[in-house]
DNA sequence: TCGGGATTAATTGTATCCAAAGTCAATCAT
DNA sequence: ATGATTGACTTTGGATACAATTAATCCCGA
């Protein structure tokens, strides 16, 4: 089924095994290849990614410590099934953070950024006006990476924010879906460009924490199918 | 010099000397046992802990993740020794989160917190008085801890401020050595109290990000002698 | 048939082993 | 004398072996 990380033979590209397993098992639960609470066992692990123990059992464990796997009541671990409030929390310090980051953008982006976000946009539009949501998803995510680019120099505030974002992102494979979200995602970011335009911090923090709000009802609803507020700040 | 984790004939207590080596190393790390850049091969830190090299590596693989010893050019890792900029960094996130966990504290704490917090101060500034610096340091951390403790349904941005706060106090062992640092400290805490019963969420959040600011300067003034501003929000 | 106890199977914890990769030093050639 | 090449030694990566612990099954008795 799956192809086997460990060749060998052939000269590796001198990435370790390690290293590969960890990606790869993350990746795969970043992106919803295993049920939630589903148990995973060290050794069957190892025979489908045709390794050893030894680097599946590290990964497990650094993966329980970023909170994306959890260990089981008996043994082994499963994929974290968030709650309704862990995802909620997840997505109010996301707001914090990236609120925060973009009150620090605002002060330092520059022309020629402003127009590439503005081309992104475009793109966005364009793709929503055919209906291609899977694009408009695709050039949303760029928009927020360009925006992340400009705080590169901050790595750690980064690594969080990416970090969040990726973890939550698993959940919302099919949020934007629905034209609702694409829409208003689309706003919002048009938003975010009049603000950053305007170079006011405050109203630059206020309009991201209102557009990652969006994204969390968004969520919300298309998870649990009901949205019970909790403001924005 | 150090006793060995396991003693492999004792029933020990369930707690497997794989978290055991973890949570010793990082003691370790946090409170400044090993000089930043020095190297800590496998071996020698297995053989000291009296454990094999397997729990030590997994110890040291988690640590990376959480950037507490960085890979050698070489082979093997050290504790890693931040950079101005990134201790820095460090006080602008928890600027930013321990801002935002006042702010949605002072809208849910009671009046026995208060008094409880009252209290602590008062110890504190008691020891001032007597010139127990470190009496001081010891109610400034309870007196955050008490904080944090409202706000323990939100484990992760709990997680966060605490992991931050931990990262960040193996540099300031002694900062509040300086009656300066322990003075402001107190004072701050004395605002922390006042916008706290005054309710008011905006306040609370622009005192305790300034709490954290001044907590800045004197650290890195401590620890590289004088400050570049960058200014709280 | 149900429950309890014991034996067996499964799985993780820890240690050790072997191989690969790299460092260091010494020696040899220029 | 200096620089390169080689060989030994150190250290890590990955696999495996073995022990310990827990779960599952089966058998026997009530």
Chains 1, 2 share one sequence.
Do not use: W
């Amino acid at each position: 089924m799956k192809k086997p990380l460990a060749s060998k033979k052939s000269k590796n590209n001198s990435v370790s095994v390690r290293e590969k397993t960890y990606e790869f098992l993350k990746a795969q639960m970043l992106s919803g290849q295993f049920r939630p609470g589903e148990r995973l066992t060290e050794e069957s692990l190892a025979a489908e990614l045709g390794v050893s123990r030894t680097p599946i059992r590290e990964a497990l464990h650094k993966l329980e410590l970023e909170g994306l796997v959890r260990p089981l009541e008996t043994r082994g671990f499963c994929v974290s099934q968030d709650s309704r409030e862990e995802i909620d929390e997840i997505f109010e310090i996301r707001t914090i953070l990236e609120g925060y980051a973009l009150r620090y953008v605002c002060k330092n982006i520059g022309k020629d950024t402003l127009k590439k976000l503005d081309a992104i946009i475009e793109k966005s539009e364009k793709a929503y006006q055919v209906q291609k949501i899977d694009a408009v998803f695709k050039y949303n995510t760029q928009f927020h990476d360009t925006l992340h680019g400009l705080i590169s120099h901050k790595p750690r505030l980064l690594g969080l924010i990416v970090d969040l974002r990726q973890y939550i992102l698993r959940y919302r494979k099919d949020t934007l879906q629905h034209i609702h979200g694409a829409r208003r995602s689309i706003d919002g970011h048009l938003k975010i460009m009049m603000a950053l335009r305007l170079g006011d911090p405050d109203l630059c923090e206020r309009i991201m924490r209102e557009h990652i709000h969006e994204a969390r009802e968004d969520a919300l609803f298309s998870l649990f199918g009901k949205i019970k507020d909790g403001g924005v700040s």
